[in-house]
């Protein structure tokens, strides 16, 4: 059983930063790509970024520039650091990764519960 568990969420003012966690854990033999997604009420969700097993990113246009996406392959690990943070940025946010485990024997995609973000302005 694979788990995805995000942290970092909360309440920041307009301006502010957050950074975002997501720890994935369970019978893992490798991770494939990482990524954010975010889902403001009455909106379908989006992509914020992702990140490939070698590093390679890629973000929505509406949070380049102010976020960055990172990884730590040894803890199976990934971060989102948001920095001038909008009130449009106000979305629960869910972490989303792409695991070969050692019952299934192929890559399955998997998510995390979500973890709220709020920004007042």
């Known amino acids: 059983q694979v788990q995805l568990v995000e942290s970092g969420g909360g309440l920041v003012q307009a301006g502010g930063s957050l950074r975002l966690s997501c720890a994935a854990s369970?019978?893992?033999?490798?991770?494939?790509?990482m990524g954010w997604y975010r889902q403001a009420p009455g909106k379908q969700r989006e992509l914020v970024a992702i990140i490939s097993q070698g590093g390679s990113t890629n973000y929505a246009d509406s949070v380049k520039g102010r976020s960055t996406i990172s990884r730590d392959n040894a803890k199976n690990t990934v971060y989102l650091q948001m920095n001038s943070l909008k009130p449009e940025d106000t979305a629960v946010y869910y972490c989303n990764a792409d695991i070969w485990t050692v019952r299934a024997g192929k890559w399955d995609d998997y998510w995390g519960q979500g973890t709220q973000v709020t920004v007042s302005s």
């Open positions: 369970g019978s893992i033999l490798s991770i494939n790509y």
